[in-house]
């Protein structure tokens, strides 16, 4: 596991590889000023094609239209290599502003991968 340190805003990425890919844990809040955290662990995870990129939202407080729009487009570089970006466990807050912008496929957490309802 990687984990990056916080920025002077408090926000984080955990990385876990996992078998099939990459599991991305995101902590505080993703927006014009964090965003370029998130995406310098994304570009990595989304070098090999292929894979399962899951972004674990459980520990995402906030996410404005900056963070959505780099989600959405890691989605559509992802689907271009033959990869996958899930997007896990959203807060009820996360989960709306999904809906409301027509990104609906949002996993059941009971659906995690085992790593990460493993704990490790």
């Known amino acids: 596991m990687t984990r990056q340190p916080p920025n002077e805003d ?6 876990h590889p996992w078998a099939e890919g990459t599991v991305l844990a995101p902590y505080g809040e993703l927006d014009l000023e964090t965003v370029a955290d998130l995406e310098a662990a994304l570009t990595p995870a989304l070098a090999q094609p292929g894979r399962v990129i899951v972004v ?6 906030f996410c404005d239209s900056t963070g959505l729009n ?4 890691a ?14 466990c959203p807060r009820p807050m996360i989960r709306r502003m999904l809906e ?8 059941d957490p009971r659906h995690r991968p085992r790593l990460m309802r493993e704990g490790t």
């Open 100 to 107: 409301l912008t027509g990104v609906t496929h949002v996993p």
């Open 70 to 73: 780099l989600l959405l487009r």
């Open 56 to 61: 674990d939202c459980a520990g995402l407080e």
């Open 75 to 88: 989605r559509a570089r992802a689907t271009a290599d033959g990869s996958r970006i899930e997007l896990a």
């Open 10 to 15: 408090g926000f984080t990425v955990q990385v």
